[in-house]
């Protein structure tokens, strides 16, 4: 696709996402959960959080999509994020795993590996030291930060493509999402965006809702990051501090158009 | 009571709970938790959050009232829910019940029903297809959303109401308030107050401070309603997206005035 | 130290903390949690939250100080925060504990006593009410608020740092921060800062970052509370209500610089 045809498939994608309000099940951590639960219904879809082992199975059934999201693990949630995943597995809807600090400890690395490897995955989204984590590179994580290995970003990235199967969205400056065929960048984004907690989350609740409304999961992860990126670029132009940059992120990304999209994204194959 | 009657008797209450500062014990979601908080000290009352066992018995004993929300459910807090219920009944304290996504999966329509028979409730706050949940329709419960069952609203309404014998407090386009002999309206609100996670809650949440102050619980349900309905409109007028309009309900929440209820409450026996 | 070098002091500490970004690892309350993420952020530090006993251990490693909060306490976080205190006080991390509550449940009470028992802290940050409760006295506390026993707040400040050895921070119109030998007064700070929830569990993360980049915890608890304080001056000045005050306050965070501390900061020996 030529760049401009990326930009209108994205919106097409966001006017599919306000027509089905695809119901996003987000089992994630205690920090951002309600920033994900905005941004979700900020773009058109519907978040429902549930983490209970007994009813995880019935609730990935009533979902288009399931978000795993790391952040702040414990053994119950591991036990419920795999029970969750397989469900959706067998019903057919797609997974997103954000291994929110994998590197930083062995628990988060080893859930991280171990959901991978347990289920099929849609798509992860991660920065390049958790990205890097998966492979068994040596990272360094700090934290839940993004540090060193960012060059090597691209190779990372496809290899994990190929062993996992799924599409890999790596965020930073520029994000690079690869599955084993193609290589997609998304050049929309601000600074602003590491200055608050929880961007990393809401990405991968945006890409979650639109991975509830197409199978094309490479393009969906392309919509989620382009449409965190314009409206951090938005956001940015209001210039307060990260108090009211957070509220403006969450207000440009409920008033993101189509046209917005195919006007202002910054896609292209790699 | 004609209906300004009503809006002055509400007016009322607000004065009461700025006076005396009702503490509201909430065991509730890790979702909207930060915001059913602050719209308890907005409205002037106090929040606490505690759900461990151990210690539940003693927070309740200090609080005006005990709201009780299972929108991200587990066995402990299940647990923990009963015997805060339990003493609070024993305690004469006023217990508010917000069944979130009753009807959605087995478990929460299975805990909103133990909660009801269990305890004695002063309140319960929900949309149509939860509370249609609760007296064993099968309503659609799509995640934590309303949908379907609307047009029966009133009766299923007073039906829990008789079985239970708690107020029912049903929120939507217009809000519907049951008790076994009265029945009453709310038609403050605007549709931006579906766009942000945790509107429900926060309804339920300042339901809770408003039972902290009265024994007429139905006058306390309408006057949580009618302040967050208030509210809303007044937050949609500032014309943002659904970001500012989080900081700008909870502005408005801080701000209402008696006069604001007295002029602008648009409350009716049904 | 005079009051001007004081400030100066200040100042330079912010400089330092903006250089050098320390990681702050949280064990805290999931009520004010997102906000205690966001003003370490904003005040320049690295946020991580991790309360799993298998991954604490590994994670206070890459921090530069670990915050304690009690404010949403269970069993298993308690043996959570005991681990990774332990580990910290092996590798000479500075930890931070914030007793929310305690004197309200015996629960809180035992566990702040506990933790300041097992543990070797830095600084202890609270109410006058909580930080009574840990020296034995019979407060008052109801539910998380400061009452009562103001007058002798000194008196009792002092007395718990020098049987903790921690230097003691108590919040309130005028903060009181004393050690065995010393007594510091923090002047700034505003009404609102009490209509909202969590200004003491940020407080108390503020402190978290500044003790990453100094040894002398005193001034770093003096720098955190002169953050919060000046920074709730500058918030109050927006004139809305306590929605955009939240987001004014993490506003004014950031954008807090040296030259802010310099001529704001009112600290002064006692």
Same mark, same amino acid.
């Given at each position: 696709?030529?760049?401009?045809?990326?930009?209108?498939?994205?919106?097409?994608?966001?006017?599919?996402?306000?027509?089905?309000?695809?119901?996003?099940?987000?089992?994630?951590?205690?920090?951002?959960?309600?920033?994900? #639960?905005? !941004?979700?219904?900020?773009?058109?879809?519907?978040? +429902?959080? %549930?983490?209970?082992? *007994?009813?995880?199975? &019935?609730? =990935?059934?009533?979902?288009?999509?399931?978000?795993?999201?790391?952040?702040?693990?414990?053994?119950?949630?591991?036990?419920?994020?795999?029970?969750?995943?397989?469900?959706?597995?067998?019903?057919?809807?797609?997974?997103?795993?954000?291994?929110?600090?994998?590197?930083?400890?062995?628990?988060?690395?080893?859930?991280?590996?171990?959901?991978?490897?347990?289920?099929?995955?849609?798509?992860?989204?991660?920065?390049?030291?958790?990205?890097? #984590?998966? !492979?068994?590179?040596?990272?360094?994580?700090?934290? +839940?930060? %993004?540090?060193?290995? *960012?060059?090597?970003? &691209?190779? =990372?990235?496809?290899?994990?493509?190929?062993?996992?199967?799924?599409?890999?969205?790596?965020?930073?400056?520029?994000?690079?999402?690869?599955?084993?065929?193609?290589?997609?960048?998304?050049?929309?984004?601000?600074?602003?965006?590491?200055?608050?907690?929880?961007?990393?989350?809401?990405?991968?609740?945006?890409?979650?809702?639109?991975?509830?409304?197409?199978?094309?999961?490479?393009?969906?992860?392309?919509?989620?990051?382009?449409?965190?990126?314009?409206?951090?670029?938005?956001?940015?132009?209001?210039?307060?501090?990260?108090?009211?940059?957070?509220?403006?992120?969450?207000?440009?990304?409920?008033?993101?158009?189509?046209?917005?999209?195919?006007?202002?994204?910054?896609?292209?194959?790699?």
């Amino acid at each position: 696709m030529a760049n401009k045809d990326y930009a209108q498939a994205l919106a097409t994608l966001l006017e599919e996402v306000r027509a089905t309000r695809p119901l996003v099940h987000q089992i994630t951590n205690y920090v951002s959960v309600n920033d994900c #639960a905005n !941004v979700v219904l900020a773009i058109g879809g519907a978040p +429902v959080m %549930a983490d209970e082992t *007994e009813e995880v199975a &019935e609730m =990935v059934a009533l979902a288009s999509a399931l978000v795993l999201n790391i952040g702040t693990l414990n053994r119950r949630i591991i036990d419920t994020m795999l029970l969750a995943g397989r469900r959706a597995n067998e019903l057919g809807k797609p997974i997103i795993l954000d291994p929110v600090g994998a590197g930083a400890t062995r628990l988060r690395t080893d859930t991280a590996r171990l959901l991978q490897r347990e289920l099929k995955l849609a798509v992860i989204r991660g920065n390049a030291s958790e990205v890097s #984590a998966l !492979v068994g590179e040596v990272g360094t994580t700090r934290g +839940v930060d %993004a540090s060193g290995v *960012e060059a090597n970003v &691209e190779g =990372v990235a496809r290899r994990l493509a190929a062993t996992s199967g799924a599409v890999v969205a790596v965020t930073g400056a520029i994000d690079v999402i690869a599955t084993e065929e193609q290589l997609l960048k998304v050049a929309n984004g601000h600074p602003m965006l590491t200055r608050i907690t929880g961007t990393g989350c809401m990405a991968t609740a945006l890409v979650g809702a639109f991975c509830g409304v197409t199978d094309d999961y490479a393009l969906a992860a392309a919509a989620g990051l382009t449409c965190l990126g314009l409206a951090g670029e938005r956001a940015a132009a209001v210039h307060g501090g990260t108090g009211s940059f957070r509220a403006a992120l969450i207000d440009a990304i409920s008033l993101l158009s189509a046209a917005d999209i195919s006007d202002g994204a910054r896609v292209y194959a790699g």
